[in-house]
């Protein structure tokens, strides 16, 4: 049987999933804030712990991304609907074993095969619907990357919109903000057939090979979450905007490490 995530068949192309490494090209729109660090404290497991309060232990970052991804064969750009996607997620920081980490607590996709490539790098990626403002380069139908060029992101979740999100653009910067500037930290787990306990948990970590950055712009943000009974996002009330970011990304990932098993999550 062959293949890289199910299915596996005899001539594994109808695997979900080429194997690794995977490339990714992408345009990021980020709003930072700063909520109540017991909202975030709540979401992190054993042994995950907030940082220090001298280190921001409340900052949030909201992020959209517009990907076009694909696998070492590049097969995926003569079929683009293979290739291209939408996500948003949130990440927040922790701390484990002495080390700053970045970690995403909440995270939609639109596209089954980078929810099911997030689950096997334990970002918790749910099918969701979301939209973000592409720049243009000519004609007046979209913003320049330039002072003054308005972005907006949205996410909606069973049709209930649930989060808002606005950036003007100010100036250029040197980053597009901090909270997820740091090594992945995540949870992967599976639950006994039986129930109960899992059949498996574990803390993983990972970070981008050959990461190239376009310039960084900063700006005015806005960022709204919104109430929804299947959704718990806006349990991170929004007590002040740190600040919003654009940037152009491209990165690969090639595996990750396994830094703890049969951990509490």
């Not at 596996?8 to 001539?11: D, K």
């Not at 330039?146 to 972005?151: L, M, N, Y």
């Not at 500037?181 to 930290?185: A, D, N, S, V, W």
């Not at 960084?216 to 709204?224: L, M, N, R, T």
């Given at each position: 049987?062959?293949?890289?995530?199910f299915p596996?068949?005899?001539?594994g192309?109808?695997?979900?999933?080429?194997?690794?490494?995977?490339?990714?090209?992408?345009?990021l729109?980020?709003?930072?804030?700063?909520?109540?660090?017991?909202?975030?404290?709540?979401?992190?497991p054993?042994?995950?712990?907030?940082?220090a309060d001298?280190d921001?232990p409340g900052?949030?970052?909201?992020?959209?991304a517009?990907?076009?991804?694909?696998?070492?064969?590049?097969a995926e750009?003569?079929?683009?609907?293979?290739a291209?996607?939408?996500?948003?997620?949130?990440?927040?920081?922790?701390?484990y074993n002495?080390k700053i980490?970045s970690?995403?607590?909440?995270?939609?996709?639109?596209?089954?095969?980078?929810?099911?490539?997030?689950?096997?790098?334990?970002?918790p990626?749910?099918?969701?619907?979301?939209?973000?403002?592409?720049p243009?380069?000519?004609?007046?139908?979209?913003?320049?990357v330039?002072?003054?060029?308005?972005?907006a992101?949205?996410?909606?979740?069973?049709?209930?919109?649930?989060?808002n999100?606005?950036?003007t653009?100010r100036?250029?910067?040197e980053r597009?903000?901090?909270?997820n500037?740091?090594?992945?930290?995540h949870?992967r787990?599976?639950?006994?057939?039986e129930?109960?306990a899992?059949?498996?948990?574990?803390l993983?970590t990972?970070?981008g090979?050959?990461?190239e950055l376009?310039q960084?712009?900063?700006?005015?943000?806005?960022?709204?979450l919104?109430?929804?009974?299947?959704e718990e996002?806006?349990r991170?009330?929004?007590?002040?905007?740190i600040g919003?970011?654009w940037r152009s990304v491209?990165?690969?990932?090639?595996?990750?490490?396994?830094l703890?098993?049969?951990?509490?999550?």
């Open positions: 049987m062959n293949g890289f995530m596996r068949t005899a001539g192309t109808a695997s979900i999933l080429p194997p690794m490494p995977w490339h990714y090209s992408g345009d729109l980020t709003v930072e804030f700063r909520t109540d660090p017991a909202r975030v404290a709540e979401l992190l054993e042994p995950l712990t907030l940082v001298d921001d900052a949030v970052a909201m992020i959209f517009d990907w076009q991804s694909c696998g070492d064969d590049f750009l003569d079929d683009p609907i293979r291209q996607y939408k996500e948003a997620f949130v990440v927040v920081r922790c701390m002495g980490y970690r995403c607590v909440y995270i939609w996709v639109d596209t089954d095969f980078a929810m099911v490539r997030g689950h096997f790098q334990g970002y990626k749910k099918l969701g619907s979301i939209w973000q403002t592409r243009v380069t000519i004609g007046k139908a979209g913003p320049r330039a002072p003054g060029g308005r972005f992101g949205t996410v909606a979740y069973y049709d209930r919109r649930i989060v999100a606005r950036v653009l100036e250029k910067s597009n903000g901090f909270v500037g740091h090594p992945m930290i949870s787990f599976m639950p006994r057939i129930g109960g899992d059949s498996y948990s574990e993983v990972m970070s090979v050959d990461v376009g960084a712009w900063s700006g005015d943000a806005e960022v709204e919104l109430p929804s009974p299947v996002v806006a991170l009330e929004v007590r002040e905007i919003g970011y491209g990165t690969t990932f090639a595996g990750g490490t396994t703890a098993k049969g951990v509490g999550l």
